[in-house]
T-cell receptor
Framework: EAAVTQSPRSKVAVTGGKVTLSCHQT?????MYWYRQDTGHGLRLIHY???????EKGDIPDGYKASRPSQENFSLILELASLSQTAVYFC???????????FGPGTRLTVL | GDSVTQTEGLVTLTEGLPVMLNCTYQ??????LFWYVQHLNEAPKLLLK?????KRTEHQGFHATLHKSSSSFHLQKSSAQLSDSALYYC??????????FGAGTRLKVIA
């Protein structure tokens, strides 16, 4: 079965601090995604990547950067964390751009 | 742009009653529709997917039929179980990398 892991699983950050969320997949998938989940908004796409060393902006990229150093790893970076970025963040991978997505367990980020 | 609408934020049902969760979408492109289920404190997982017009898709007792004429992909089950309580997302993919998710419907099944 496909495997996507995220670290940390939970994090408390201070406003203005830097936060890095990491995602690792062992599926040999080309596509990777970062979503944030908020009640009433569902899952919203922040950044995605379809090849190593390249990332693309999703629907809500402001305040976030992404890095894909290898096929297996995809990071989400908050350079200056803000209160509004408190949410649960999910990483996902898929074999093709139109196929099933496999989600990681999520990271609960609280910005104080 | 592309969008997915799930009209019910919360659906509460008594065990044994039928389930129907609504999903409509808007897109100008070819369509792949998905239902994902997310149990409490877990990751979303694929429940159903379809790209074929008017074809019923079934999995784990749930079924859905993609109707392109009405842009709908409603999720149904004949008899709700307590274990069906979860958050359900309808999602759209237009044949490229990008998925659009609805806001989600929380299904609560009570005894």
């Amino acid at each position: 079965e496909a495997a996507v892991t995220q670290s940390p699983r939970s994090k408390v950050a201070v406003t203005g601090g830097k936060v890095t969320l990491s995602c690792h997949q062992t599926n040999n998938h080309d596509y990777m995604y970062w979503y944030r989940q908020d009640t009433g908004h569902g899952l919203r796409l922040i950044h995605y990547s379809y090849v190593a060393d390249s990332t693309e902006k999703g629907d809500i990229p402001d305040g976030y950067k992404a890095s894909r150093p290898s096929q297996e790893n995809f990071s989400l970076i908050l350079e200056l964390a803000s209160l509004s970025q408190t949410a649960v963040y999910f990483c996902a991978s898929s074999d093709r751009g139109d196929d099933e997505q496999y989600f990681g367990p999520g990271t609960r980020l609280t910005v104080l | 742009g592309d969008s997915v609408t799930q009209t019910e934020g919360l659906v509460t049902l008594t065990e044994g009653l039928p389930v129907m969760l609504n999903c409509t979408y808007q897109t100008a492109y070819s369509t792949f529709l998905f239902w994902y289920v997310q149990h409490l404190n877990e990751a979303p997982k694929l429940l159903l997917k379809s790209s074929t017009d008017n074809k019923r898709t079934e999995h784990q007792g749930f079924h859905a039929t993609l109707h392109k004429s009405s842009s709908s992909f409603h999720l149904q089950k004949s008899s709700a179980q307590l274990s069906d309580s979860a958050l359900y997302y309808c999602a759209l993919n237009t044949g490229n990398y990008k998925y659009v998710f609805g806001a989600g419907t929380r299904l609560k099944v009570i005894a």
